[in-house]
């Protein structure tokens, strides 16, 4: 439950409390896509390194969704919508997007996601937005420009670029599903439990398609490199099951509790800058300063169109939902 108390020393402590939670949790995600990039160029496939990530989590989660198994019959909805696009489908786009082009780069793009949230509560939901949001879209959009070098004939992998803006799009689709069935009034489902389930279905999901059993389980007792250094496969697998997704997820939704979730949205900006600088001293992924530029503004623009999302309950204009896709959907179970 939120923390709601009369004496002002220990609101503060605890917003100060769930800022340190909401950054641990930006960190702890900004180091997914630098663990799994020498697990795909050692030669794991994109999608067994999802499916390994989802599968483990969702293992250690497991006795979460015991403990909340009444959310199958209650909100069946929305734990399918978590799992195949909080989970699955934004996982699934963004690690393949990573084997394509740079870390920092496929992170980015997925911030157009305010420009696409605004789209479809503009042109689809014939909705006004503000002033303020709008703005926030295009800056990201120039600023995303700048990122890819479009001058240069959009340099990057058109590929890479393609499945980072699908990362996009299933966060978005999650959004506004969550957003259609967030107004429940008391019935608001357990965030980790809503977690658990969904990290269960996109394991179904995943095993389905990435076909685990054709992956080569060999690489995981070897070692991988990071811009050259060896590293054990299995270290950097724990990492990406136990500190990326269960930690980066249960932090997150604590931090949401204590905060609001614009704040928490805001905080959720550090995950692009984080993915970025480890890719530069752990992969030895350098960007030019036009593409660094590029990124600041990209992030300017995704503060400004978050920080101007109205408090719940407030009347039109709305603005843009949430930004990470794994911060969003946790915002709008929380």
């Known amino acids: 439950m939120p923390v709601h108390t009369s004496e002002s020393g220990l609101t503060g402590r605890g917003k100060g409390i769930g800022l340190g939670l909401a950054i641990g949790s930006a960190i702890a995600f900004g180091g997914s896509g630098v663990a799994a990039k020498p697990l795909i160029e050692a030669g794991l496939d994109p999608l067994h390194v999802v499916w390994l990530r989802v599968a483990g989590a969702a293992l250690v989660m497991l006795p979460m969704a015991v403990r909340h198994r009444a959310l199958v019959r209650r909100r069946p909805a929305l734990l399918a919508g978590f799992g195949l696009l909080g989970v699955a489908g934004v996982q699934a786009f963004y690690f393949a997007s990573i084997s394509r082009i740079p870390v920092g780069v496929a992170l980015l793009v997925e911030y157009l996601a305010p420009a696409l949230v605004l789209g479809w509560v503009r042109f689809v939901q014939r909705r006004p937005v503000t002033r303020a949001a709008a703005l926030g879209v295009v800056l990201a959009v120039g600023g995303l420009a700048c990122v890819v070098e479009v001058w240069a004939g959009l340099g990057f992998d058109a590929l890479g670029l393609l499945l980072a803006l699908g990362a996009a799009c299933c966060q978005v689709g999650y ?4 957003d259609q069935g967030s107004d429940s009034g008391a019935d608001i489902p357990d965030p980790l439990g809503v977690i658990a389930y969904g990290l269960l279905v996109g394991a179904a999901v995943l095993t389905v398609v990435a076909r685990p059993w054709t992956m080569d389980w060999g690489v995981l007792g070897g070692t991988a490199r990071m811009d050259g250094t060896p ?7 724990a990492w990406i099951i136990l500190i990326a997704t269960v930690v980066a997820y249960v932090t997150g939704v604590v931090s949401v509790r204590r905060l609001s979730p614009q704040v928490a949205g805001v905080v959720a900006c550090l995950e692009a800058v984080i993915a970025t600088v480890l ?33 719940k309950g407030a009347p039109q204009p709305v603005a843009a939902g949430g930004i990470d896709p794994e911060l969003s959907a946790r915002e709008n179970v929380a």
């Open 279 to 311: 890719a530069w001293f752990l992969l030895g992924e350098h960007l030019s300063a036009p593409q660094i530029a590029g990124g600041v503004v990209v992030l300017a623009g995704a503060f400004i169109a978050q920080s101007s999302a109205p408090a």
């Open 175 to 178: 959004f506004v599903l969550s």
């Open 231 to 237: 590293v054990p496969a299995v270290l950097l697998l």
